[in-house]
């Protein structure tokens, strides 16, 4: 059986709470590579949203986080009229 492959986070990802709300953003990429960044947010209930597109730095990835709440809140990580969305 394969093994899945090892991947390597970026120490910008973890945690991260804003109005109450905490969510895990997870940045990683494939271990030993120079491989894009990918950017994942988790909720408490294991809501996944992802990223379509790679980061060339985990700093990118974790600025496109950073804007994206800037621009739609925390909230909307929370939605729950919608299934999980890439980003």
């Given amino acids: 059986m394969p093994q899945k492959p090892k ?14 709300v905490t969510v895990l953003v997870d940045i990683f990429r494939p271990a030993g590579t120079n491989n894009d960044w990918r950017l994942e947010v988790i909720t408490k209930n294991e809501d996944v949203f992802e990223w379509a597109d790679g980061f060339a730095t985990d700093r990118d990835a974790f600025d496109e986080f950073l804007a994206t ?11 729950e009229e919608d299934p999980p969305a890439v980003h």
């Fill in 7 to 20: 991947n390597e986070h970026s120490e910008l990802a973890g945690k991260f709470t804003e109005d109450g």
């Fill in 69 to 79: 709440i800037a621009r739609d809140g925390i909230q909307s990580f929370l939605e």
